[in-house]
Antibody, heavy 120, light 108 residues
């Protein structure tokens, strides 16, 4: 059974660094083709893809946010971590992680999401 | 980077057919995935690779992709289909995923 679960702070202050963790089970991120992405959704707005890491540790980022994002994985802990620097209130959103079994395959499993509010 | 465009809303009476468009330059050359998102829930895939329904998705959900427009169709719409629907493509030029802005389905 594949599951993903996001965790992280519910509230961060502007200019701080946000660190989110996706803990998954039911699959291995060492399996050829496997990828985990982070996606966010501001309240009442659309989905926005943020970053992807693949089984070979290649990383891809949303070009408009690339300078602020870092994605990494710990395969032994079955975790994918996203850090976002210099957060702003516009980064307030529900953050999801999701799995794909290859780059251009759809996201077949999603976490339930975690709401992060950026406010002083 | 690649842009996909969705109309903000679609309204349809129960039992009728709802169509959602996803526009993009030569989108037929890309694989389009579709997601359903109900309030307070994570998105759920309803179509993979232009036309493939994941297991558990009713046959009422179908899709196509031609030219500059991909289309998701829901036949015999039910009240439970009320949700936001998003299309998604992988942009090979910039190596990133792109989501459309989503279309809200209202069942009248």
């Amino acid at each position: 059974q594949v599951t993903l679960r996001e965790s992280g702070p519910a509230l961060v202050k502007p200019t701080q660094t946000l660190t989110l963790t996706c803990t998954f089970s039911g699959f291995s991120l060492t399996t050829s083709g496997m990828c985990v992405s982070w996606i966010r959704q501001p309240p009442g707005k659309a989905l926005e893809w943020l970053a992807l890491i693949d089984w070979g540790d290649d990383k891809y980022y949303n070009t408009s946010l690339k300078t602020r994002l870092t994605i990494s994985k710990d395969t032994s802990k079955k975790q994918v971590v996203l850090t976002m620097t210099n957060v702003d209130p516009v980064d307030t959103a529900t953050y999801y992680c999701a799995r794909t079994q290859h780059y251009n395959w759809g996201f077949d499993y999603w976490g339930q999401g975690t709401l992060v509010t950026v406010s002083s | 980077s690649y842009v996909v465009t969705q109309p903000p809303s679609v309204s349809v009476a129960p039992g009728k057919t709802a169509r959602f468009t996803c526009g993009g330059n030569n989108i037929e050359s890309k694989s389009v995935h579709w997601y359903q998102q109900k309030p307070g829930q994570a998105p759920v895939p309803v179509i993979y690779f232009d036309t493939d329904r994941p297991s558990g998705i009713p046959e009422r959900f179908s899709a196509s992709n031609s030219g500059n427009t991909a289309t998701l169709t829901i036949s015999r719409v039910e009240a439970g289909d009320e949700a936001d629907y998003y299309c998604q493509v992988w942009d090979t030029n910039s190596d990133q995923w792109v989501f459309g802005g989503g279309t809200k389905l209202t069942v009248l």
